[in-house]
C-alpha cells in the first residue's frame, strides 16, 4: 500500500502520477508540531480535493472540535493524531 503525503495540487497530481492508493493533506488546520506552516483551512481543502480520485486523508490539527467542519466536504477521512497519545 502507497500513500503520499501531500500540501498542495502538485503533490496531489504527484500521487496518482505514481499509483499512490491514498493521499495525506495537510496540515488542514494549525498544528503545534508544526506550528511556522501556514494551514489550508476548510476552503482550500474542497477545492483540492476536487476531481482528486484516489481517496484523500485529512491530517494536522484535527481534534474533536473541528473534526465537524470537514464533514461538509467530499473527502471525510481525519487522523486523530493527538487524540491518540497518552496525556
Known sequence: LITIAAHYL???RYAKMCGAA???LSPVFK???HPLTPPLGIHQFK???IG???PIYALGGINSINS???F???KISCRFLKSMRPD
Do not use: F, H, P
Open 31 to 33: 498544528t503545534t508540531t
Open 47 to 49: 477545492l483540492l480535493s
Open 72 to 74: 461538509n466536504t467530499a
Open 68 to 70: 465537524n467542519k470537514l
Open 10 to 12: 502538485t503533490g496531489l
Open 22 to 24: 491514498a493521499v495525506l
Open 52 to 54: 482528486v480520485s484516489i
